[in-house]
């Protein structure tokens, strides 16, 4: 197979100043910021805040008719209600026919270096799913691991916290997320599930819609910055999968879930290079095959 990608377009804007980076990679990692983020940090005193990206895509497999394939069109909305409140958006339009929202949280800075959110947002695991721009990774499409191991854009309805330790040059984010939606009954007093092999867990993404939440999980990381150009990312998901009253006391309804990640950028003027390693962990899922 050989990918060529034609277009590739990142975008991100305020009403009065414009500002686009190349990569999530600086020498200085204080820089490395995701379009929310860029939002959060860079509304340069307006209230109203927008954002987008494109990407357009070209595949020429061997022997067949190549495909264009607008892949993905994502636009950010960000307003400010005041010094401390923000509201953060992205809604991703993919194909040119289907529309999903990837975020929608609000932003409260208790102080500084300490922030609450609550609302749909990404779950803090690997590189990808929380920079999924197209200049994040190179290559046409998303890296494998990032689609069958971590289904980006992997996002939940949760609360949590997040913020800076300066002076240990530490970031760090915790939060409770509803999960993975495993089973729905199928009407004859069983059930059918949502995850499998070939898949993985991309199948049980509730994704904010009418979501079922029974026992809530467990997301966390911390990020490293303190050497210039390096950034160190640790991760962990903890919980078990969602079922809906009718199904979730049935033998295998549900299986647990823990997953650990680790991650690393560095960015040295014209060369970076990135890596991460994740390892998940399923129990009980005997009884739910």
Known sequence: MRNLTILTLLLVTSLSVAQTANDSISVDPQLQQN??????SGNYGKAVTIGAYGEINYNQPEGDNGELDVQRLVV????KFNEKTQFVSEIEFEHVEEVFVEQAFVNYAVSNNVSLRGGLMLVPMGIVNEFHEPTTFNGVERP???NSIVPTTWREIG???TGRFPDASLGY????FNGFKSTVSDGEGGANGFLSGSSGLRGGRQKGIQSTIDSPTFSTK????GIPGLRLGLSGYFGRTQAEDDVDMLDGADIGIAMVGFDARYGFQRFTA?????????NDTEAYN
Request: glycine share 10%; charged share 10%.
């Open 35 to 40: 379009a929310a983020q860029r939002i959060l």
């Open 76 to 79: 950010l909305l960000g307003y």
């Open 144 to 146: 494998a691991v990032d």
């Open 159 to 161: 609360v949590g916290v």
């Open 173 to 176: 984010q915790a939060y409770i």
């Open 222 to 225: 911390l990020d490293y910055y």
């Open 274 to 282: 990135r890596g991460q390693f994740i390892y998940a962990s399923l």
